[in-house]
């Protein structure tokens, strides 16, 4: 079956070289059994380029004209309205990058080793112009700002050559309409997890004097886009975005299981498990239940822990636990970042409740402070955190007695702070997984010193005994 590369060509006062390139792509060697589509866009071209156009004719396959010029972001979505290839890459219309390598850089996805290839002027290649040293030290600075931002370790962010699969690209919402598009798009890549891979690329840059367009307010507009569209991006499903970010760091669930376990007994049920972050943690128990509401979560659980005899996998409303479960005798039943996006909340502590054997306990972290709530929990679905007074209130409604009650992680209360309250974060990035990773020793230092009764902290964490059998009767 015969695949198809689609080229966009975004032209802005380009028409000296604009046929040599359409030339050039039109003649540029292909895997065997791809078409090749060219769309070429003219975004409000000066120069007098729309009459270079009525000679090309039938060497391009689409001709989109922009009136007005809207930039080269702008272009390449109006070209992707006519794409209909596999396969997508754009194509600057000087005579900078080599349409020759196109099949160099489609060879990884075509192995199935990458999602994504960029082609790299700055790995060691076959030939590459010398030019300005300053707009390359600005390459060099604007790739390792989209790397800390974004935890990939590219060496040319900026290069016009990337390789896409068309429906990845479709599926990015892209926004920006200049030059921010190359940061746009890497920050979009990296959301969505795609393998990525670099090949070298020759490179024959333009001087100035020859039309090259780049300046420094545009290298100032990428920065802006970098950080908008790593810090401020917030996805179709937040919630898994976030358990998936989590997941990589398995140190946070760590931090949270040294809290956890000495309050732990043997038969331990979780409710609100998502991916298992904490799950794979408390296997050494001798009876261990994972459970939640969604259905996706629940047939990863599946896959992970299906085959343990000693670990089961439910979905399960806590507000209303299935017979089986309240029969079982659970010693233990724990819960990390839940509560909060569960509306009653009261309803879910009574399921609680009944799971547990009379003397249990429910070892549980929510959110801590109102105070910090902020467009990262709005777009976790939070309905509310929480204070020591306002958790241990509940807890006795239903019957509970509290045995301890503290703040948790001090410095990650602040950053939580700064990130959604000052900058107005949409959700929690990579950028803040590796901030935390570096501050984390910090962040238990200072907890140590502060001991137990430290007066603030991003999340409470609460142990909470369910009263022997003659107790609770006798009240």
């Known amino acids: 079956m015969s695949q198809k590369l689609s080229i966009i060509i975004p032209v802005y006062n380009e028409s000296p070289t ?66 209909t290839g596999d396969f997508v890459i754009v194509q600057d219309a000087d005579l900078e990058y080599d349409p020759g390598e ?24 076959s030939a590459r112009r010398v ?86 307010l545009d290298s100032l507009h990428c920065v802006w886009c970098l950080i908008r569209f790593s810090l401020f991006y917030k996805p179709d499903d937040v919630g898994r975005k976030t358990l998936e970010r989590l997941e990589s760091y398995a140190g946070y669930s760590r931090l949270i299981l040294d809290q956890f376990r000495p309050h732990m007994g043997d038969r331990v049920l979780e409710f609100g498990s998502g991916m298992g972050s904490i799950g794979r943690l408390i296997l050494d128990r001798e009876r261990v239940v994972l459970t939640d509401y969604n259905e996706d979560y629940v047939a990863e659980l599946k896959k992970q822990f299906g085959r343990l005899r000693h670990v089961s996998i439910h979905r399960m409303d806590i507000t209303s636990p299935p017979a089986e479960l309240i029969e079982e005798t659970f010693d233990t039943v724990i819960s990390s970042n839940v509560l909060e996006h569960i509306k009653d909340d009261m309803a879910a502590l009574k399921g609680v409740y009944n799971l547990l054997q009379p003397g249990g306990r429910l070892v549980i972290l929510v959110p801590a402070f109102n105070t910090l709530y902020s467009p990262l929990d709005k777009n976790l679905e939070h309905y509310r955190r929480y204070t020591k007074r306002m958790m241990t209130r509940r807890l006795r409604e239903v019957g509970f007695e509290v045995e301890e009650s503290w703040y948790w992680n001090m410095v990650g209360a602040v950053g939580w702070y700064v990130a959604g309250r000052v900058f107005r974060q949409q959700t929690i990035t990579d950028f803040n997984i590796i901030l935390h990773r570096f501050i984390e020793p910090i962040s238990r230092l200072v907890d140590s010193i502060a001991g137990k009764s430290r007066p603030f902290g991003l999340s409470l964490i609460t142990i909470a005994r369910k009263p022997d059998e003659d107790h609770a009767n006798s009240g």
């Open 131 to 216: 030019l300005y040293f300053w707009h390359a030290l600005a390459n060099r600075i604007l790739t390792n700002l989209s790397n800390v931002l974004t935890n990939l370790n590219l060496t040319d962010m900026q290069t016009c050559y990337k390789m896409f699969r068309r429906s990845d690209l479709m599926e990015m919402d892209l926004q920006a309409n200049g030059f921010g598009f190359e940061a746009e798009v890497t920050t979009r890549i990296a959301h969505k997890r795609l393998r990525v891979y670099e090949v070298s690329i020759g490179y024959a840059g333009r001087t100035y004097s020859e039309g090259k367009k780049i300046g420094f």
């Open 18 to 83: 604009i046929e040599e390139v359409v030339e050039r792509v039109r003649k540029a060697p292909l895997p065997d059994g791809f078409e090749r589509e060219i769309i070429l866009v003219d975004d409000g071209s000066t120069d007098g380029a729309h009459r270079v156009y009525k000679h090309l004719g039938p060497e391009i396959d689409h001709l989109v004209i922009n009136e007005d010029n809207l930039g080269k972001g702008a272009s390449i979505r109006r070209g992707l309205e006519k794409a």
């Open 102 to 125: 196109y099949i160099k850089l489609l060879r990884p996805i075509l192995d199935g080793k990458a999602d994504v290839v960029y082609g790299s002027r700055f790995m060691t290649s």
